[in-house]
């Protein structure tokens, strides 16, 4: 759940219409007009990161006269079809994708159901990615593309693509750096048994340990 | 303050916090409050070289290190960036730092004669935070103009790993030549495990967004740091990289420089000084039985000092951090991840944050790092209206608030936390140097179990680390 208190405001006599803001809102409510940056009021999630970035220091962060909530409500959709596509993604549906808004997969799985098919649209139906706005961009791409989406990019830098699991290295390459401390495969072991903790599918979780 | 107490690291004036004027009182002013050296607990760790001498000292460990280094790739005319992160700057007021990074320009310069040396600076979660630190030790006339602050959504640059597409920043990688310059502290142990520590950066502070949640997400909490050594071994480093300068740091101070051409043999040995230092203290904490945490130095909560440890080793002191057997630390993300709507952990195996801290007050310190799970985890209680305002204003924690409480003054919040807690054992994250400050009662717990943990590292643990870790002693 996103509770949105502040609003960006741009001060046009100090822009000059570089464009950072605009490339990088991850709501996508900056438009450019005139060469000068403008902010839709009503879309503005309060994230700062115009303002963080902004060369020309153009842009403050306000109160909002009444806070917004963002949220989505999960139960609007079938448990199972939430549960496959969350699994498909290799995320339990309870698990947090997003800790600044504590948004958790599942409401990720909710919003593309709902028809988001962009992290934007996932953006602004529960308000993930709008805090830090830096640590909760790969589960969102996982998930839309585990529902068969290729999201479109926006006409900035919000985000680049998809990246690599666990799931996606090599036993090969596992297996060149066990013996440096990265425990990939007792990690795959440890993240599956807690996937499938509560999900009624295998034993209860067990730490891994090492033999 | 007491003269048995340690002087604490002062507030500054940032975007990310209170004025300092609004900080009405320090922790290490309350009653029967007392310090403890670092030195009086463990006097195998070695002196520091600073604090205790001027700055210059740093000059002159950074040029002797270096002067083992190979620049002769770089040709005059030739672009370097030198690369940085925040978190050098959080290190002893930031000035070691900063000098560090002056005598790097100044040993390029000389032995290169190129010019066109640029300082690139990452961050972390608050974005204008390097160009705060680069203002500050006016590091922008230093480098001629050439001194930028770079944050996760900048400009990317693509960058082809042995798993796969990865993507740092561009302006970390815009030069010919790349100089990576940062610390040995050993800071987010709950993140990197130990584990190529001294290349993190190139999985964080040189990287984009995509990358530093596929590090806290796609792979594994053992594994994450792999990111770091992925993107290290790319072809666009490797065709950029000339060498890595670090000030290694122990919980009593810095203890000198370290340069190299080879990473990995770096590591090694630092893999070995951190782990002999910091895993002694941070072994003590877990000899802790029950205590309150204050919270008073400038930096995000997780971030504050006490001893060289950041408050993030206390939340996991229950355990052992550095034992790769176990899969979580009690904090981390792959931790936090785990936990229901109703703040309990969704299967067993997730260890609690640590129980022996009965309450935290939350005196002194910055927004920009999503805390809300730790107040929801420890009874937290913020002083003053001014640090409640600052948290609610925060897009990372817009429910902070909503799991702590706020007391008048500090005074009140101890006596309202030694309530909740039963306890008078005090630990305080001030940033003080070469100690904590910490409570009479603490103070005596801590020096009975000094001995005592220093053997169980010696004789137990360091076997096992290095092992874990396939370093040997002699690196």
């Not at chain 1, 649209?121 to 791409?141: D, N, Y």
């Not at chain 2, 309150?292 to 996991?316: E, H, K, Q, W």
């Not at chain 2, 022996?356 to 730790?374: D, L, Q």
């Not at chain 2, 608030?401 to 936390?417: G, I, N, T, Y």
Request: aromatic share 8%; charged share 25%.
């Amino acid at each position: 759940m996103k509770i949105i208190t502040t609003l960006a405001v741009v001060d046009p006599d100090k822009c000059s219409g570089c464009k950072t803001c605009y490339a990088i809102c991850p709501v996508l409510a900056i438009r450019m007009e005139n060469r000068k940056a403008v902010i839709d009021e009503g879309h503005c999630f309060g994230c700062n990161n115009c303002e963080q970035r902004c060369p020309e220091y153009a842009i403050t962060m306000v109160s909002r006269s009444e806070p917004r909530v963002v949220e989505i409500h999960v139960n609007r959709f079938h448990p199972d079809a939430i549960l496959d596509l969350c699994i498909s993604a290799k995320f339990h549906p309870e698990q947090v994708v997003c800790f600044c808004t504590g948004t958790r997969a599942g409401e990720i799985a909710a919003a593309i159901m709902d028809g988001a098919k962009t992290p934007e649209e996932v953006s602004l139906k529960t308000g993930a990615r709008t805090g830090c706005k830096v640590l909760c961009i790969a589960p969102i791409l996982r998930l839309l593309y585990a529902a068969g989406i290729t999201p479109q990019k926006p006409d900035g830098i919000q985000w680049c693509g998809n990246t690599p699991t666990l799931w996606d290295i090599s036993a090969e390459t596992m297996a060149k750096y066990a013996s440096h401390g990265f425990c990939f495969d007792l990690d795959k072991n440890f993240l599956e048994a807690n996937l499938a903790y509560e999900l009624g599918k295998g034993e209860n979780c067990k730490c891994q340990k090492r033999p | 303050m007491s003269k048995t107490t340690l002087m604490p690291m002062q507030p500054r004036v940032t975007q990310y916090g209170i004025a300092p004027e609004n900080l009405k009182m320090r922790a290490v002013d309350l009653a029967g409050m007392t310090s403890i050296l670092v030195k009086e607990l463990f006097p195998g760790i070695p002196d520091p070289v600073y604090p205790g001498n001027e700055v210059s000292v740093i000059r002159e460990h950074a040029t002797a290190a270096i002067s083992k280094v190979d620049l002769s790739k770089i040709k005059p005319g030739d672009s370097v960036n030198i690369l940085g992160s925040h978190h050098g700057f959080t290190l002893l007021g930031g000035e070691p730092y900063a000098e560090v990074l002056r005598t790097v320009r100044d040993i390029i310069a000389e032995r290169t004669g190129t010019q066109d040396i640029r300082l690139r600076v990452g961050v972390g979660l608050r974005f204008r935070e390097s160009e705060e630190y680069i203002k500050r030790f006016e590091l922008d006339k230093y480098f001629d103009g050439k001194a930028e602050g770079i944050a996760p959504v900048d400009r990317p640059i693509v960058i082809e790993t042995e798993i796969g597409a990865l993507y740092g920043l561009k302006k970390a990688y815009d030069a010919k030549w790349i100089i990576h310059t940062h610390n040995s502290d050993v800071r987010e142990v709950h993140f990197h495990r130990q584990v190529d520590r001294i290349l993190k950066p190139f999985g964080m502070s040189y990287a984009r967004i995509e990358t530093r949640s596929t590090y806290h997400h796609n792979l594994g909490p053992r594994g994450a740091n792999f990111i770091a050594r992925a993107i290290f071994d790319s072809p666009l480093v490797q065709e950029k990289f000339i060498a890595a300068v670090i000030l290694q740091v122990s919980p009593s101070g810095i203890i000198g420089i370290d340069a190299d051409n080879d990473i990995y043999r770096q590591n090694e040995r630092i893999t070995v000084e951190s782990l002999n230092h910091y895993g002694r203290l941070v072994r003590l904490l877990n000899k802790i039985d029950k205590c309150i945490a204050v919270i008073d130095c400038p930096g995000p909560i997780p971030y504050t000092f006490a001893g060289g440890l950041i408050f993030a080793n206390f939340l996991s002191a229950n355990v052992d951090p550095f034992d790769l057997d176990l899969p979580l630390t009690p904090y981390c993300f792959f931790a936090e991840m785990a936990y229901n709507r109703q703040g309990q952990p969704r299967f067993p195996g997730v260890p609690p944050i640590n129980p022996s801290m009965k309450a935290v007050i939350n005196n002194y310190s910055f927004k920009g790092y999503p805390s809300s799970f730790f107040a929801e985890q420890t009874p937290t209680i913020v002083v003053g209206n001014e640090m409640a305002k600052l948290f609610e204003s925060c897009p990372q924690n817009p429910e902070y608030m909503k799991h702590a409480v706020v007391s008048k003054d500090l005074e009140s919040a101890v006596k309202f936390a030694q309530k909740i807690g039963d306890t008078d054992q005090i630990i305080v994250f001030d940033g003080a140097e070469g100690g904590i400050n910490v409570s009479e009662s603490l103070r005596e717990l801590m020096t009975s179990k000094a001995n005592e943990v220093s053997e169980e590292v010696k004789q137990d643990l360091m076997p096992k680390w290095l092992r874990q870790r396939n370093v040997s002693n002699r690196a």
